[in-house]
């Protein structure tokens, strides 16, 4: 095993130690020992810090499927590859609405575009920042709210204690996994999520797996 990989190893059984503090987490944790919560990423084509907001942008208010088709339809429309910023304002918006992309969205990917360009933004300078100043970066393009950011930080950089309080699925697997008699708000999300801090994203991805398996 290469030495980062012996190192992710670790800090992941200790993030899991201390997620096992949780009683339900505990129990989730146990019926999954060969979990990894970057697996799914393999199904995905290689997404550089453009490319990952590119997915995130297409599955606002979209099913994990429909993301997916969207995002085949889209590499193709570009030759099998993930478009640049430069491209994605050169292109048509007939063109990229043909991907099945909404008006709204087409906006939003030409005002993020405009925004890479600008700044030069690299997933290299991204990787620098804190959380909240990509938080605060980002969501200042229109159409990039804090749903977005939040799965790019979990995607792209592989950020250790992020949440995701108004993701619909994340919320139904917490009233499924903690069998809430109603749906539970953000807030409360955020309010329960306390509790596995500083390893709120490995927490997360247990949750969806459980809820991926109905369980």
């Known amino acids: 095993m290469l030495p980062r990989a012996r190192e992710r190893t ?12 949780d009683p339900v987490l505990a129990r989730v944790i146990a019926r999954y020992p060969d979990f990894d919560p970057r697996e799914w990423l ?37 030759h099998g590859r993930m478009p640049t910023p430069r491209q994605v304002l050169t292109a048509r918006a007939s063109r990229l609405r043909k991907a099945g992309l909404s008006a709204r ?3 939003t990917l030409r005002a993020l575009a405009k925004k890479f360009i ?22 200042s393009v229109s159409g990039i709210g804090p749903w977005t ?13 992020v949440v995701l309080p108004g993701d619909l699925a994340l919320r139904r697997a917490i009233k499924q996994a903690y069998a809430f008699d109603r749906l539970p708000s953000p807030d409360e999300v955020l309010e329960r999520s306390q509790a596995w801090r500083p390893h709120r994203s490995l927490a997360t991805a247990y949750l969806f797996r459980a809820a991926f398996d109905g369980n």
Do not use: N, W
């Open 42 to 78: 393999s199904e995905l084509p290689k997404l550089d810090a453009f490319g990952t907001l590119v997915f995130q942008v297409i599955g606002q208010q979209l099913s994990v499927k429909a993301t997916r088709v969207i995002l085949e339809r889209l590499r193709e429309l570009f």
């Open 10 to 21: 670790k800090e992941r059984e200790s993030a899991r130690r201390h997620l096992r503090k």
């Open 105 to 107: 969205k087409v906006a």
């Open 149 to 161: 950011v939040q799965g790019f930080l979990i995607i792209a950089l592989d950020r250790a204690d």
């Open 118 to 139: 600008r700044e030069r933004l690299t997933l290299a300078k991204l990787t620098k920042l804190s959380d909240d100043d990509i938080l605060t970066l980002l969501t």
